[in-house]
């Protein structure tokens, strides 16, 4: 199934809709959420876009011989622009406006690590051990969305993007804040 699935992508077999990707085919639906809190409270539950870039890694690492990256990483962006199926790693950093000052944006010198818990059930997420972004502004910042991509280098453009959302609503951050993050990817039959 997994080349059926890798075709199907090449040759845009597959429906974006508000549930997430579907191939008609083969009958698979693959989604994805954002989990977001401020300072333990907040909680927000945005849909995310797995990129065509995203689930070609993600069956070419599961199923075929592609080596797993030694992790995936959360990004935030302050972009009012909603995630598109061909936007990849090499252009998220300047199509989102990722968030990348360190005084104006998160003091974690990297992206921080997504750490997933053993997936089950076609479901894996970080949702037990979120990632955290400590906010650092002179006022405040805003951010409009999140990612998931391959390499931990702020505003880097290599590896891969797997997934991004843009938020229903901005969230507006104050210095000294944390912002936890989780992401769940989902694949059903």
Known sequence: ???ELIRALHDEIYDVTDDGVYFPKQGVLASGEY???VNGGDLRIDKNLLTAEGLTHLLAVAMGATAKPTGYYM??????????ANWTAASFAATASEIVSLSEGFSEVTRPLWTPAAAAAG???????????TITT?????VNGAALLSSNVRGGTSGVLVSASKYAATRTMYNGETYDLGYRVT???
């Open 1 to 3: 199934m997994n080349n």
């Open 35 to 37: 989990r977001h809190t």
């Open 75 to 84: 990004a935030l962006y302050a972009g009012a622009v909603s995630p598109a």
């Open 123 to 133: 479901v894996i997420d970080n949702f037990v051990a979120a990632a955290r972004f």
């Open 138 to 142: 002179a006022s405040s910042i805003n």
């Open 187 to 189: 694949l059903t039959a």
